[in-house]
Each structure stands twice: as C-alpha cells, then as structure tokens.
C-alpha cells in the first residue's frame, strides 16, 4: 500500500509540474500565433466600417486600460508605451498583403503609423460653431481624408481630447435652417492623441496632396442662383481665394450640373480638377485642410473687418469681371446731348412674379430715353454669356428673385431697381438685394407695387388680411405661398413712369 501511494504521490507530483509548465507556456504561444498570422498589422486592412469600429473599440480599451492600471497604482502611461511599442514592432515586420480596405495596389505607406525613423508630424484642429450661418473646423498637421465615409482623420493631434475626438460639421452656409440643413451630408472629423498615447491605426495614405483641401457642400439650395452665389460662391471665395489655385476643392453632395455652370470660378479658384466626395474611395493626405466655408454673417457679403486678407465685395466682383473677362469696371454718366442712351436690362420672370404688362413697360422705357434689354429665364440661365450682357448696362430693373443676383456682373456705380410685390414685402426684399448693394459699389432704388398693381385683387375681397393685414399672414408661414409664389403684378404705368424718370436723371448728364 504504501508503495502504491508513494508512486500514485510521484505521479501526481510529475503531473502537477508538467500542467504548471504547459500553463507557462500558453501565453508565448499564443502571441507567436498572432504574430505569425499577422494580425495586427491587418487592422489597418479591415473594410471602411469595420475599421471605423474596430479604431472606436481599439481607443476606448486603450483608456479603459490606462484608467484600470492607474487605479490598481501601477504605470498606465508606461504600459502604453510598451503596447505602443509592440505595435511598431509588429507593424515594422512589413507585411505586405494587398490593401483590402480602399482596393488599392499603390507602394507600401510608411505613414501607416508615426514611426521613430523620422519625427512624427504633430498635428491640430480648432473648430468655430460660433458663426450664425456656418460651422468652420481648420486643421494641419497629418490629415488623411476619406470622402466615401465622410471621415478625416487627424494623426497625433496636440488638440486631442477624449470629449472632442470625433467632431461632425454640414459643410453648409444655412445653418439656422433645419429643412436645409437636414439635406447636407455630415463630415467627420477623428482626432488622435500623439505618441505614445496612441493605440490606434490610421488608414495610409492612397495619394498626397502638396497643397491644403477645402471641403464643403453643394446640397442645399444652390440649383437658385441667389443661393448659388450668397450660400456658396461668395464664401467660397472668402475661403479659397488667399490661396491664389493651390487648393484642392472636394464636394460633398455632389451637384453635377452646379459644378458644371460654375466651372469657370471653380477653375480659379483652384487649378485642379474639383473631386466628387461622396464617390472617392482614395485616402488623400494634405498638408492642412477646412471643413465647411466662411460666411460673414450677410446675404450676398463680405465683412472686410471679419476676413483675414481684408477681402471685399467691391473685389469680389473685380474677381468676378476678369473670369469672366468683362470689359468695363466702371459706368459713368451718359451725356444726352451725345445722342447715346443708357442700357438697361430687364430681368423678366415667368409663373410668379411676372410683370403682366411687360410690352407697355419696356415701352415706357424705351420712351423716356433708355436703349432697353429684355432678358427672359431662358437668357438669364447662360451666367457666361448673361454677365457679358449685364456688364454693358448702367441700370438693372427687375421684381424681387434670383434674377436680380446678376447685378454682381454690373459695372461699378451701375444703379440696381428692385420691384416689392405686395405683401408688406420690403423689409425682406431690401435685406435680400438693397442692402448688399453699396458694398458692391453700386446704388439702389426701389418700387414698391400697390394694392392696385397686384394680381391678388383678383383673388382676394379688399378685407382680406391679404391687403387689411398682411403681417398677420407672414406670421401663419404664408409669405411664401401668397406674396411670393401666388401673385404677379400689373404695373400703373403711369406711376412707374414718373419713378423710372428720377433713375433716367441720375444715370444721364446734359
């Protein structure tokens, strides 16, 4: 018995040291497993989501682990160091598998981290939400922009803080607007802590860039050529401009033919070909980058004590007089001895807000001394042509819309007249079209219709709050719909006349 015991105590003993040594050793097997698979490296591989939400869980763990050593008193910071060292080391080995993320087959990246050979490039973003018409981030530093998830990743970011690692902006310039600004796409922003803090693995760059990006949206209400201009052009160009055509554009929500008409500014505001945002697969590294246009804050604008280059309207259109190559910077008095005659375009429009008695109109112009030119929506839609046309006139007449937005095309010291339809209307047409105009270097008049010069009478009794209280329907929501999109006008002719002749007087000389 007691033989049998001390064998069965022998064997038990042996056992006993041979499982110890086989639990020794499961840990060293299992990171040869890893590391002969290639899995870390891999991470950076996984298809656009997946690795959005692998980095997500990869950051979180890091501080999860950091925050669970510094609780136990041990040296988070120099466990993350030793992970993050690990990493390099693993990533260092230089797999080569093709890159399964962007289907790309372009040379390996050496950025896929920030590696000890060369000092890593410490990055920063600043972000503005003060701004009532637009969000504006600024960033530099180590930037890898992927349209196709509306992502930019900022790599070691000095900025970084867990609160503010991802940070989401509509590259649009309506932001008080919910319905508009409900059709903008969203770009983010992910930022990283600098090493060592760092667990995560950025996606490498596809194609560099040598000169800053801008990036913003053409969803919003840019198909109106008000909007096209007040909403984008002008910030745009507010943005862009300082940059003489080294900028790469990329837009999101992209607009086909709004690119296509403002080729010729786009162009000039940036010698390389505009990218499609939403549609481009490559990660693009710039050198810096902006998230959204600056706006100041005013329709059809620029404030020069807001923008960093002192930039102003009157410039804006001097921008806009050499793309498009117009011939006169300046009108001056026409001499009515001389036999010449002032020019005058006549913005006309169709389905609202047209003026009815458009020939005795033109005719009353024509009379008073005016050479007279009609410009229908069809004419008024080829902005190339149309500026050169508007670029001969000295006045612009028109009913408050999108038209009168070519006054930009007009000389300076040109006069602009805007017709107010009915409806306690002038408030929001001069805000619109009468107070930009000074800055631009021109001067305004306006007319204002009648109860009597609107088609509404024919729709509506005297006591209707239409003509009693018009204010009343304004705060109903029904500006839009009766005094914008219900009415035309019929113009007394006579009563025109006599304010057209004050605008002939101020345009003429003896």
């Known amino acids: 018995m007691r033989g049998r015991q001390e064998g069965s105590s022998k064997h038990g003993s042996s056992s006993g040291v041979v499982l110890v040594a086989m639990w020794l050793l499961v840990p060293p097997l299992l990171v040869l ?142 932001k008080w607007e919910k319905e508009t600004m409900s059709r903008i796409r969203e770009v983010t922003m992910r930022s990283m802590p600098p090493a060592p803090y760092s667990f995560t693995i950025p996606p490498r760059c596809t194609a560099r860039h040598d000169v800053p990006a801008v990036v913003f949206s053409t969803g919003g209400c840019g198909s109106n050529f008000f909007h096209a201009m007040s909403d984008l052009i002008v910030p745009l160009y507010i943005t862009a401009r300082e940059y003489s055509g080294g900028v790469q554009l990329l837009i999101t929500d992209y607009q086909p033919k709004w690119v296509a008409k403002f080729r010729p500014i786009l162009s000039v505001l940036s010698m390389y070909p505009v990218i499609d945002f939403d549609t481009d697969t490559a990660v693009r590294c710039f050198p810096s980058a ?36 117009l011939q006169r910077p300046w009108t001056s008095p026409v001499s009515r001895s001389s036999g010449r005659k002032p020019r005058l375009v006549l913005v006309l429009r169709r389905h609202s807000r047209a003026i009815t008695n458009e020939a005795d109109v033109i005719a009353a112009m024509e009379d008073l001394g005016f050479e007279v030119v009609a410009a229908l929506p069809k004419d008024v839609g080829d902005m190339g042509r149309f500026a050169g046309v508007v670029n001969s006139c000295d006045v612009m007449v028109g009913v408050h819309g999108a038209g009168l937005t070519n006054m930009v095309f007009l000389p300076h010291s040109a006069t602009i007249v805007q017709i107010i339809p009915w409806g306690e209307m002038t408030v929001a047409c001069r805000y619109d079209f009468g107070d930009p105009v000074p800055d631009m270097g021109l001067r305004y008049a306006e007319y204002e219709v009648n109860a009597d010069e609107t088609t509404l009478k024919d729709k509506y009794p005297r006591d209707h709050p239409v003509f009693t209280d018009p204010g009343s329907l304004h705060r109903q929501g029904k500006m839009w719909p009766i005094f914008l999109e219900g009415q035309n006008v019929t113009l007394d002719i006579g009563r025109f006349r006599r304010f057209l002749q004050q605008v002939y007087q101020s345009v003429t000389t003896e």
Request: charged share 20%; net charge positive.
């Open 33 to 174: 497993i890893v590391i002969k698979a290639g899995f870390l490296p891999q991470i950076a591989r996984f298809r656009e989501t997946g690795f959005i939400k692998f980095a997500d869980k990869m950051v979180h763990k890091d501080l999860t682990l950091v925050n669970f050593y510094n609780i136990q008193g041990l040296d988070g910071a120099r466990w993350q160091q030793q992970s993050h060292d690990t990493m390099k080391r693993e990533a260092a080995k230089g797999y080569d598998q093709p890159d399964k993320m962007f289907a790309t087959n372009g040379p390996k990246d050496t950025s896929l981290i920030n590696s000890d050979v060369a000092a890593p490039i410490i990055s920063n973003l600043t972000c503005d939400f003060s701004n009532a018409h637009s969000d504006i981030c600024r960033m530099e530093g180590d930037l890898r922009i992927h349209g196709k998830s509306a992502t930019v990743y900022v790599v070691s970011a000095s900025t970084f803080r867990p609160e503010n690692s991802t940070i989401t902006v509509h590259p649009y310039t309506r």
């Open 290 to 325: 902006r998230v959204g246009l600056e706006s100041h804050n005013r329709m059809l604008g620029i404030d020069p004590a807001l923008s960093r280059n002192g930039y102003t309207m009157m410039g804006f259109r001097d921008f806009l007089r050499s793309t498009f190559s």
